[in-house]
């Protein structure tokens, strides 16, 4: 494993941040040549890999759990000591001790200041450092993964996730967070395909098949399907009975680490219940909004034959037949469609489009091409009209609520009131 050997003697700070630097500028080299060798492609991100020390334990717990310690050893402190001790060292002694802890817990986590973890566009790379020395290095492709175990921890600090990533040699590799989502365009489409053909996709213990779902020898249909619990805020998965709305008894109880490619099973739940597969006489195209408009953007969803073989959709269109062409990379959404999000040209009157996937295979809807009509916003003004009355016409009166108490200007005028003086 490459290796910066630390000088001999003291070294000043400088030299520190220079031995620091020179091994971040060493893991990027690394990651840099990993990349290339399994194509990974452009880097989107990355960040700095620390392990927690307690596991079950989050920050905010942790830290109370330390003001505790020292509130019970400033107790136990009192105690023991005479009562004309000075109280500024048992103050003292108080902050020494949270001091001292506070650099026990850096210990932990300062050898692997220089561990990194780098996602790609295709793929990841991990590289484990201790010191001054790399100690470990994971890459994979997301195309070469067949398998993602998501193992979870419940402790008070809630649940923490763990993914593991297994290639189809059966190697095991640690995984980011956003495994399960990156490699959903490889893996979902083979599922998918498998589900439309009528097999039956495994789940470790579960099976999933166009009847419904598979567990110790009991099936549940889709009609009678009621809810799905995923891994996120609890360790085990569940499975509820249509007439179960309140969750009373799970009717199927897994561990998250006992099902493999758990995120897939969830979407392709999700793809038989709210999706369903194209049929003959289905729309495979829609739009958000149903009718595009000029100037604005429209979402455009496509769900036509390529999406149980196609790990990227690429979408073909032009306007007012076939002017302007343009190819947008599509995004492949949980329900097992894709989706891209287009600006209407100005002038446009229709939208014309095509897709293909990867292996350039394309869905031009049987040489009649995807057509969308598009609309124009009309803005009204508002009009206004003014009135001229007549010369002879008199002015309305500005006092619209005249006071009961008081007489009316026409009652003072036109209409006099009698004298009511008695004699």
Avoid at 157 to 165: F, P
Avoid at 309 to 326: E, F
Avoid at 401 to 407: E, I, L, M, T, W
């Amino acid at each position: 494993m490459p290796q910066i050997r630390k000088k001999k003697g003291s070294s000043s700070g400088l030299d520190r941040k220079q031995e620091d630097l020179l091994i971040q500028q060493l893991v990027q080299q690394e990651a840099m040549k990993l990349s290339i060798e399994h194509e990974l492609g452009t880097l989107k991100s990355e960040k700095q890999h620390q392990k927690p020390i307690f596991p079950r334990l989050s920050g905010c717990m942790f830290s109370l759990l330390m003001l505790f310690c020292a509130v019970i050893s400033l107790i136990f402190l009192i105690a023991l000591l005479p009562n004309d001790f000075p109280a500024i060292i048992c103050i003292f002694v108080l902050v020494l001790f949270v001091l001292l802890s506070c650099l026990w817990v850096r210990s932990f986590s300062y050898p692997s200041r220089h561990s990194r973890e780098f996602l790609y566009e295709r793929g990841w790379v991990h590289i484990q450092c201790k010191d001054e020395q790399i100690i470990e290095i994971c890459a994979i492709n997301w195309r070469d993964v067949a398998i993602i175990w998501h193992e979870t921890v419940s402790g008070d600090g809630g649940v923490l996730h763990d993914y593991r990533l297994q290639d189809y040699h059966g190697n095991l590799l640690k995984g980011p967070k956003s495994s399960e989502q990156m490699t959903l365009p490889y893996l979902f489409p083979q599922i998918l395909s498998a589900y439309k053909r009528g097999a039956s996709v495994s789940f470790g213990p579960l099976a999933v098949h166009q009847g419904g779902i598979v567990y110790k020898g009991k099936l549940l249909s889709w009609h009678d399907f009621g809810s799905l619990d995923r891994c996120d805020s609890s360790a085990k998965l569940s499975i509820y009975h249509r007439k179960d709305p309140f969750h009373r008894r799970a009717w199927a109880a897994v561990y998250c680490h006992q099902v493999p490619n758990v995120a897939l099973l969830h979407h392709l739940i999700r793809f038989r219940l709210f999706s369903r597969y194209p049929e003959p006489g289905r729309i495979s195209l829609s739009s958000v909004p149903a009718r595009p408009v000029v100037d604005r953007r429209a979402t455009i969803i496509y769900s036509g034959h390529l999406i149980f073989s196609a790990r990227s959709i690429t979408m073909h269109w032009g306007y007012n037949n076939w002017n302007g062409i343009t190819d947008t990379e599509m995004t492949l959404q949980r329900d097992g469609t894709w989706k891209a999000t287009i600006l209407v040209p100005s002038g446009a009157t229709g939208l014309n489009m095509a897709f293909h996937d990867q292996g350039n295979t394309w869905d031009n809807n049987s040489s009649d091409n995807y057509n969308l009509g598009v609309r124009t916003l009309t803005r009204s003004l508002f009009r206004l009209s003014f009135y001229w009355p007549p010369s002879h016409a008199r002015a309305p009166s500005l006092q619209s609520f005249p006071d009961p108490g008081q007489r009316s200007q026409r009652d003072v005028q036109g209409n006099p009131q009698p004298d009511r003086r008695e004699g």
